[in-house]
């Protein structure tokens, strides 16, 4: 199985941006699809991002045009970058498999207010 960290959110103000990272363990990272995913409050969790293990990418429309999912095989990382940030982007975000997600990591707080 794979284990995965997940770092880098914050409180940051609308039309900002935030870069997470997805630290991740095992040999076998670079043959895997990796997801972001999130979960508000009180809603079910989703599909942000995804990226293939060829660096092929689908987004979600509600972020499509400003989040950036890539990733560092050499690292065993994946990065989601997130730009011009909305109130409604405010959720822990994850990072898993794709299409099974891996036994989840703690994920990361990221809120958007003024």
């Known amino acids: 199985q794979v284990q995965l960290v997940e770092s880098g959110g914050g409180l940051v103000q609308p039309g900002g941006s935030l870069r997470l990272s997805c630290a991740a363990s095992?040999?076998?990272?670079?043959?895997?699809?990796m997801g972001w995913y999130r979960q508000a409050p009180g809603k079910p969790r989703e599909l942000v991002a995804r990226?293939?293990?060829?660096?092929?990418?689908n987004y979600a429309d509600s972020v499509k045009g400003r989040f950036t999912i890539s990733r560092d095989n050499a690292k065993n990382t994946v990065y989601l970058q997130m730009n011009s940030l909305k109130p409604e982007d405010t959720a822990v975000y994850y990072c898993?498999?794709?299409?099974?997600?891996?036994?989840w990591g703690q994920g990361t707080q990221v809120t958007v207010s003024s």
């Open positions: 095992g040999s076998i990272f670079s043959r895997l699809i």
């Open positions: 990226i293939s293990n060829g660096g092929s990418t």
């Open positions: 898993s498999t794709y299409p099974i997600p891996s036994p």
